[in-house]
């Protein structure tokens, strides 16, 4: 084997969370660096994302993606650097998208370490704006809202790593009018800045009151949920008749033992002709060289910009979680890992 430590470290789950995660449910183990096999690789981390699926995750229900198993090490998207291959398709120094973060050291197969292409976009653009959460944003605006030119959307969460990229995009394709919403002023005048046209905090006020004032006459055509709950309860209100929803995340819920307390107005969906429609990115994966293509253009031309918040240090990763889901972040959270 090269020269690298025999042993690396990962955040191991100690303790399944009931409603917000604290420290104690998180392990930072020390665990023997493995060999790779036969078509495998040893990738070392640089980086790692945190993601609000991640604490669905954590609790012992069938979903669309196992529930983490404890005292194991939590998994999800991370960029490293091949440091030992025994893969026909990688070499030594290759920087690989894979999805075993939440370690130092990871052993994989070959198939599933793709090798980026830095010269395109910086590596971490991996991870958000041209990885999972770009196509998650493009997809869930065009196919399942069906954007439109003309259309007027309205997008949640909109200054994190999703929602940022809502509002740019449906610029691009011709938007009417975008409207977002966030947690703080700060991130308000971040999306006026971005080109979102209206942008409220939705701690400011009833999110309806603010959204019908936002949308003004026009209405919505397009919500983007990114929290469910009262945004989603706003939505519906505000619609127009036809109106479509994206149903993209419920953030709103996800740390909360408490039963939801809306929408509670869904017969709205009746009269108005509405559309409502979950997604899973992943069920969407063909079109990721049309996203890939589109965006690289809009990063090239300016059209779209993406921020990322940097939190350093693989023992910092379960408190940079907890504070994704507190908003502490602009764009797209991520862990730099350092060994
Ligand atoms: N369906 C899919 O395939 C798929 C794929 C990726 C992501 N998602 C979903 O998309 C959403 C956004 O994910 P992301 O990765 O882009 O995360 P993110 O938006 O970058 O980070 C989460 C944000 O949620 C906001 N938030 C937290 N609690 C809230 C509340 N009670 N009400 C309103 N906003 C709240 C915070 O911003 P504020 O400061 O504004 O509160 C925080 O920054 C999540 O719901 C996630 O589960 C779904």
């Given at each position: 084997m090269s020269d690298y430590p025999k042993t690396g470290r990962e955040i191991q789950l100690a303790a399944r969370p009931e409603g917000w995660p604290a420290g104690e449910n998180f392990r930072l183990a020390?665990?023997?660096?493995?060999?790779?096999?036969?078509?495998?690789?040893?990738?070392?981390?640089?980086?790692?994302?945190?993601?609000?699926?991640?604490?669905?995750?954590?609790?012992?229900?069938?979903s669309y993606v196992p529930p983490f198993q404890l005292d194991a090490p939590l998994d999800g998207g991370a960029i490293g650097e091949v440091v030992e291959s025994r893969s026909d398709r990688h070499k030594a120094g290759d920087l690989v998208l894979h999805s075993l973060g939440w370690r130092d050291y990871a052993v994989l197969d070959g198939k599933r370490a793709r090798i980026i292409d830095t010269a395109l976009a910086p590596a971490t653009a991996y991870l958000g704006v041209l990885g999972?959460?770009?196509?998650?944003?493009?997809?869930?605006l065009t196919?399942?809202?069906?954007?439109?030119?003309?259309?007027?959307v309205f997008v949640s969460g909109a200054a994190g790593a999703v929602g940022s990229l809502v509002g740019q995009i449906a610029k691009a394709l011709g938007a009417r009018k975008v409207i977002g919403s966030a947690g703080s002023a700060e991130k308000v005048q971040r999306l006026l800045d971005l080109g979102f046209d209206e942008a409220f905090n939705y701690h400011d006020g009833p999110v309806k009151e603010q959204l019908k004032k936002a949308a003004g006459a026009d209405g919505i055509?397009?919500?983007?949920?990114?929290?469910?709950?009262?945004?989603?309860?706003?939505?519906?209100s505000v619609l127009n008749k036809y109106g479509r929803i994206a149903m993209c995340g419920?953030?709103?819920?996800?740390?909360?033992?408490?039963?939801?307390?809306?929408?509670?107005?869904?017969?709205?969906?009746?009269?108005?002709?509405?559309?409502?429609?979950?997604?899973?990115?992943?069920?969407?994966?063909?079109?990721?060289?049309?996203?890939?293509?589109?965006?690289?253009?809009?990063?090239?031309?300016?059209?779209?910009?993406?921020?990322?918040?940097?939190?350093?240090?693989?023992?910092?990763?379960?408190q940079a979680f907890i504070d994704l889901m507190k908003g502490a972040n602009k764009g797209k959270m991520i862990v730099t890992l350092q060994n």
């Amino acid at each position: 084997m090269s020269d690298y430590p025999k042993t690396g470290r990962e955040i191991q789950l100690a303790a399944r969370p009931e409603g917000w995660p604290a420290g104690e449910n998180f392990r930072l183990a020390e665990v023997p660096v493995r060999e790779p096999g036969d078509g495998q690789v040893l990738v070392r981390n640089l980086y790692m994302s945190v993601d609000p699926y991640m604490r669905g995750r954590m609790n012992d229900v069938k979903s669309y993606v196992p529930p983490f198993q404890l005292d194991a090490p939590l998994d999800g998207g991370a960029i490293g650097e091949v440091v030992e291959s025994r893969s026909d398709r990688h070499k030594a120094g290759d920087l690989v998208l894979h999805s075993l973060g939440w370690r130092d050291y990871a052993v994989l197969d070959g198939k599933r370490a793709r090798i980026i292409d830095t010269a395109l976009a910086p590596a971490t653009a991996y991870l958000g704006v041209l990885g999972m959460t770009g196509l998650t944003a493009y997809a869930g605006l065009t196919k399942v809202a069906e954007f439109k030119e003309g259309d007027v959307v309205f997008v949640s969460g909109a200054a994190g790593a999703v929602g940022s990229l809502v509002g740019q995009i449906a610029k691009a394709l011709g938007a009417r009018k975008v409207i977002g919403s966030a947690g703080s002023a700060e991130k308000v005048q971040r999306l006026l800045d971005l080109g979102f046209d209206e942008a409220f905090n939705y701690h400011d006020g009833p999110v309806k009151e603010q959204l019908k004032k936002a949308a003004g006459a026009d209405g919505i055509d397009v919500y983007f949920d990114n929290v469910g709950g009262e945004h989603l309860e706003a939505a519906i209100s505000v619609l127009n008749k036809y109106g479509r929803i994206a149903m993209c995340g419920a953030i709103s819920q996800y740390n909360t033992t408490d039963a939801p307390t809306g929408p509670r107005n869904l017969a709205l969906a009746i009269g108005k002709e509405l559309t409502l429609r979950g997604f899973i990115v992943g069920s969407y994966n063909e079109y990721a060289d049309e996203f890939a293509g589109l965006m690289s253009g809009w990063l090239r031309d300016g059209a779209v910009s993406y921020d990322e918040t940097f939190v350093e240090g693989l023992e910092n990763a379960p408190q940079a979680f907890i504070d994704l889901m507190k908003g502490a972040n602009k764009g797209k959270m991520i862990v730099t890992l350092q060994n």
